[in-house]
Protein backbone atom coordinates (compact mmCIF):
# COMPACT_ATOMS: atom_id res chain seq x y z
CA UNK A 1 0.00 0.00 0.00
CA UNK A 2 1.12 3.33 -0.97
CA UNK A 3 1.64 5.96 2.02
CA UNK A 4 3.29 9.87 2.27
CA UNK A 5 6.48 8.52 1.98
CA UNK A 6 8.72 7.68 -0.56
CA UNK A 7 8.27 3.99 -1.36
CA UNK A 8 11.94 2.31 -3.04
CA UNK A 9 10.68 0.26 -5.92
CA UNK A 10 11.69 -3.71 -4.99
CA UNK A 11 13.41 -4.10 -8.45
CA UNK A 12 15.80 -1.56 -7.62
CA UNK A 13 19.80 -2.47 -7.06
CA UNK A 14 21.55 -2.09 -4.10
CA UNK A 15 23.69 0.90 -5.75
CA UNK A 16 20.91 3.46 -4.56
CA UNK A 17 19.47 4.01 -8.18
CA UNK A 18 15.81 3.68 -7.55
CA UNK A 19 12.66 4.19 -8.75
CA UNK A 20 10.61 5.07 -6.21
CA UNK A 21 6.79 5.98 -5.75
CA UNK A 22 3.90 8.00 -3.10
CA UNK A 23 0.48 8.79 -2.75
CA UNK A 24 0.16 12.30 -1.98
CA UNK A 25 -2.68 14.61 -2.42
CA UNK A 26 -4.59 11.90 -3.95
CA UNK A 27 -2.46 10.85 -7.00
CA UNK A 28 0.69 8.79 -7.57
CA UNK A 29 3.93 10.45 -7.63
CA UNK A 30 7.18 8.51 -9.46
CA UNK A 31 10.37 10.00 -9.38
CA UNK A 32 13.63 8.31 -10.44
CA UNK A 33 16.60 8.92 -7.15
CA UNK A 34 19.47 8.44 -9.69
CA UNK A 35 19.10 11.75 -11.38
CA UNK A 36 19.78 14.62 -9.07
CA UNK A 37 16.89 16.50 -9.60
CA UNK A 38 14.37 13.66 -10.56
CA UNK A 39 10.98 15.13 -12.49
CA UNK A 40 8.34 13.67 -10.54
CA UNK A 41 5.62 12.16 -12.98
CA UNK A 42 2.19 11.98 -11.57
CA UNK A 43 -0.55 9.56 -12.48
CA UNK A 44 -3.77 8.62 -10.78
CA UNK A 45 -4.48 5.68 -8.66
CA UNK A 46 -6.51 3.79 -11.17
CA UNK A 47 -3.97 3.86 -13.62
CA UNK A 48 -1.11 3.32 -11.27
CA UNK A 49 -3.14 -0.28 -10.22
CA UNK A 50 -3.79 -0.98 -13.77
CA UNK A 51 -0.27 -0.31 -14.78
CA UNK A 52 0.20 -2.81 -11.74
CA UNK A 53 -1.88 -5.35 -13.06
CA UNK A 54 -0.42 -5.04 -16.86
CA UNK A 55 3.36 -6.36 -15.22
CA UNK A 56 2.55 -9.75 -15.04
CA UNK A 57 1.26 -10.46 -18.69
Not at 18 to 31: D, P, Q
Request: aromatic letters at 4%; charged letters at 25%; one cysteine or more.
Amino acid sequence: MLTHAWRKSSRSGPNGACVEVRLAHGVVEIRDTKLDRSPILRTSQADWLSLLHMEGR
